[in-house]
């Protein structure tokens, strides 16, 4: 089950809000109010873990006795993609 981050909705400017965690399946509804206080709260968006890769990298083995190899000059090792 994934955690999620609330925080407590603040009245006024000199109120500081509360965040909690809490475990809950993916198809529950979002919290509305806090468990313990009784407080409105909204779910806080957080970052995750993000994988970037610069892009795909393939690799073509290429039959050069084939006549489609000899045509386009694959066999003499010309780097066009």
């Not at 089950?1 to 609330?6: E, L």
């Not at 399946?25 to 873990?49: E, F, S, W, Y």
């Amino acid at each position: 089950m994934p955690t999620y981050i609330y925080q407590t909705i603040v009245a006024g400017p000199s109120g500081e809000p509360r965040r909690f965690e809490q475990f809950q399946k993916m198809n529950d509804q979002a919290l509305t109010h806090d468990p313990d206080t009784g407080l409105a709260v909204q779910r806080v968006i957080t970052g995750g873990i993000g994988v970037r890769r610069n892009g795909l990298k393939r690799t073509t083995v290429v039959n050069k006795k084939s006549a489609a190899a000899t045509a386009c000059g694959c066999v003499t090792g010309c780097t066009h993609r």
